[in-house]
């Protein structure tokens, strides 16, 4: 596994799982390799340190989730990134993915729509 690769896939783990226990991501990892659990434990801390992750709960008990201001972060990146590089074309292969990926969430992406035209109408 490429350096980085590790810390990613805990990372995506958490992000898709949490709040979840470092044992719990453990086990998911060890579906495709052996793996440790201090092993996973270092990687956690090493998340948390870089403030990608938080922890709540009490020692032996702590469960590990996304900050919501580093999924605020990187979704503004991809999306700054997606309108600077490709414009309405991008966009339209956006809802393209996300219908293909989560159809579920058009819903979503209607409704926060409009929601920012009803703040917008306020204004």
Request: aromatic share 4%.
């Amino acid at each position: 596994m490429k350096k980085g690769a590790l810390q990613e896939k805990i990372r995506l783990i958490v992000q898709e799982k949490g709040p979840i226990s470092a044992p719990d991501v453990c086990a998911l990892l060890r579906e495709d390799r052996e793996i440790s659990l201090n092993t996973v434990q270092t990687v956690l801390n090493r998340l948390l340190e870089q403030g990608l992750l938080i922890r709540t709960g009490i020692r032996r008990q702590y469960l590990y989730q996304v900050s919501d201001e580093i999924v605020r972060q990187h979704a503004a990146h991809a999306a700054l990134d997606l309108l600077s590089q490709s414009d309405e074309l991008g966009l339209a292969y956006f809802v393209e993915a996300i219908d293909k990926v989560r159809p579920e969430a058009i819903e979503t992406l209607e409704r926060l729509l409009q929601e920012r035209r009803a703040k917008g109408n306020k204004s």
